[in-house]
């Protein structure tokens, strides 16, 4: 069972509702901040993993 379109009007009418433009937006700003830093952070650990040597590239100890 699917949400609708008339649904998802309802849903985002009651929120404004309930919470007020100002804060619904302040709320959507905080959520991209959010996904970007993510974004971010997931693309300084791979390249961070890439210039790591592994165990497998050190030489062999005698």
Do not use: C, Y
Not at 30 to 49: L, M, V, W, Y
Not at 54 to 61: C, I, N, R, T
């Amino acid at each position: 069972m699917s949400l609708g379109g008339w649904e998802w009007v309802i849903i985002a009418v009651v929120a404004l509702l309930l919470f007020g433009g100002a804060r619904l937006a302040n709320f959507g700003k905080g959520a991209g901040q959010a996904i970007r830093g993510f974004k971010d952070e997931i693309k300084t650990d791979s390249s961070d993993d890439a210039t790591k040597p592994s165990d497998d590239d050190e030489a062999p100890k005698a």
